[in-house]
Each structure stands twice: as structure tokens, then as C-alpha cells.
């Protein structure tokens, strides 16, 4: 091999390196509910890009006018086992009001479906939802 041809494959074995190490961590989290635990959990960008037809995570905050702001978060994952719960609870509906259209979600709910807790992640190693 000659100096010039080593330096080549030293390149290309490099350019290939390189390629793997700035892909980025990427995770799969499709939507999974725990009707025993009372909780849920899902990217909802994983749960666009699902094969199956019945996956769903979301949660939606309404408000009327002289009344507090009402939160309701809402799953199903591909067995079709279905979980939500709502509040009116301020900490809850601000973190609610980070969730993106590419975030992932860790909810829980009481015996009363009332919500208990709301877990938002951004980051790039989740999925972007496709059309």
C-alpha cells in the first residue's frame, strides 16, 4: 500500500467514524398504559409514526372564562388499553404548557382519575412525528 492510498483509506475510515458519532442517540418510546399502576406514557412523536392505527398521547388544557384552567391528559396504546385523568391543578397545567408535538410524556392518575403527576420531556433523542 502505498503512502497516498493509506492516507486515503485513513480518510475514508475516518469520514465513516465520523458519520456514527454525530448521528445522535435516538429512542424508540411508544405509548404504553398501566391501567394497574394508573399511569401512561409515550413520545408522542412515536406514536404518530406507529404502524398500528390506535396509539395516541396527548394532554390538552381548556379554559372558560371565570373558571381555572383544566387540564386533561389522554393515551391508548396498540392493545387498545385506554387511560386519562384531568385537573385543575396550576403546577400541572404549567408543565403542560412545555409539551411539544415531538414530547414525551409520563402521566399518572388517582382512583378518582384525577391527575397526579406530569412528567414532559424535550430532547433530541426522541422521535419528530411525521405527516
Do not use: E
Not at 25 to 46: E, H, I, Q
Not at 51 to 80: E, H, K, N, W
Request: net charge neutral.
Amino acid at each position: 500500500m502505498t503512502k497516498y492510498t493509506a492516507k486515503l483509506v485513513g480518510i475514508g475510515i475516518t469520514a465513516l467514524i465520523g458519520t456514527a458519532a454525530w448521528a445522535g442517540a435516538k429512542s424508540t418510546n411508544t405509548v404504553l398504559v398501566n391501567l394497574s399502576a394508573m399511569n401512561a406514557s409515550g413520545s408522542m412523536g412515536d406514536a404518530r409514526n406507529s404502524a398500528d392505527t390506535r396509539q395516541f398521547i396527548g394532554c390538552s388544557i381548556t379554559t372558560y372564562v371565570g373558571s381555572a384552567p383544566t387540564l386533561g391528559c389522554f393515551a391508548m396504546d396498540s392493545a387498545g388499553n385506554y387511560g386519562g385523568c384531568s385537573s385543575t391543578n396550576a403546577d400541572l397545567v404549567a408543565t403542560a404548557r412545555s409539551i411539544t408535538t415531538d414530547s414525551y410524556l409520563v402521566f399518572n392518575w388517582d382512583a378518582w382519575t384525577s391527575c397526579t403527576s406530569l412528567h414532559v420531556t424535550n430532547a433530541s433523542h426522541g422521535a419528530p412525528k411525521q405527516p
